[in-house]
């Protein structure tokens, strides 16, 4: 008894090509959606992380700092820092520090960017005057002229804003930016607080 060997016929090869390449293109479909999902959720915390990393060293700058020698304008803070920007880290908490640099906060408005400057004394002091009211190589000068100088933190900035509340000093940060392919624009809104050291 013989059996004959049957093979797949056209129908039943197009039937099967047709299911797979289904099953590609959903597959495909499937790992372009995430890898964009990921994508935007790493741009996202990208954004975030500039935030944090400007008020980090705002928190940081205004906890070391004194009360007396804050300075405020629009789109600009300065507060007396005891250490140089290439120097250690110093910690507010110790005891008869040594001002070296004034730390400058700023915001461009027409290129939305946000900005850290540090700007050295000539000699360390233990007691320092506002920056608008010292002297640090250039005469007497207003905030606006120190501005948009140093290092670049955030970029799509839409609102810097220090204030004084209280005993403390607030930072608000706000910025918006938009997506290729989303119509809503993301947007960061957030307020860091921060105590200079001889607040009571």
């Known amino acids: ?30 790992f372009e959606s995430g890898v964009l999902t990921l994508s935007k959720i790493n741009a996202r915390a990208d954004y975030v992380q500039s935030f944090q990393v400007l008020g980090s060293n705002f928190v940081r700058d205004t906890q070391a700092s004194r009360r007396q020698a804050l300075d405020f304008a629009s789109n600009a803070y300065a507060c007396p820092s005891p250490q140089r920007s290439e120097g250690p880290q110093i910690s507010g908490l110790e005891p008869g520090l040594n001002y070296q640099s004034y730390r ?32 640090v190589g250039w005469g007497i000068q207003g905030l606006g002229f120190y501005t948009g100088v140093g290092k670049m933190l955030v970029t799509d900035l839409d609102i810097l804003d220090a204030h004084s509340q209280g005993a403390a000093v607030v930072l608000h940060l706000r910025g918006t930016r938009h997506h290729h392919g989303r119509s809503a624009p993301e947007t960061v809104d957030i307020s860091f607080w921060a105590y200079p050291r001889n607040s009571n």
């Open 104 to 135: 400058l906060y700023s915001r461009r408005p027409v290129e939305r960017d946000g900005w850290l400057r540090s700007l050295p004394l000539t000699s360390p002091s233990a007691e320092v005057l506002p920056l608008s009211e010292a002297d």
């Open 1 to 30: 008894m013989s059996f004959a060997r049957r093979g797949f016929t056209l129908l039943e090869t197009l039937v099967v090509a047709g299911i797979l390449l289904t099953v590609t293109a959903i597959a495909s479909s499937a």
